[in-house]
């Protein structure tokens, strides 16, 4: 079973800048598809961006742009670079893997933008 810890988050001014992590406790780049999602208060939780063991990506409209999803195969870990944030962006974002029947997600990690 794979665990997802996800870290980064934290208060920002809006056009601010923050990196997530996710560090999955093995291998994840040959099968999984590895994405984050949030989840803002009141709102189900959506998909932000995520990146397919062929490197290919995909990012929420809202997105485009601005974030970036990238992976550390020899870390085993996945970033999401956040540039010129926004309040909207304020929101719980979870690391997020999924394998044919597995669809595993890590604890969450808050980020708030705000002045």
């Known amino acids: 079973q794979v665990q997802l810890v996800e870290s980064g988050g934290g208060l920002v001014q809006p056009g601010g800048s923050l990196r997530l992590s996710c560090a999955a406790s093995?291998?994840?780049?040959?099968?999984?598809?590895m994405g984050w999602y949030r989840q803002a208060p009141g709102k189900q939780r959506e998909l932000v961006a995520e990146?397919?063991?062929?490197?290919?990506?995909n990012y929420a409209d809202s997105v485009k742009g601005r974030f970036t999803i990238s992976i550390d195969n020899a870390k085993n870990t996945v970033y999401l670079q956040m540039n010129n944030l926004k309040p909207e962006d304020t929101a719980v974002y979870y690391c997020?893997?999924?394998?044919?029947?597995?669809?595993?997600w890590g604890q969450g990690t808050q980020v708030t933008v705000s002045s």
């Open positions: 997020n893997a999924r394998f044919s029947l597995l669809n595993l």
């Open positions: 093995r291998s994840i780049s040959s099968s999984f598809i």
């Open positions: 990146i397919t063991p062929g490197d290919s990506t």
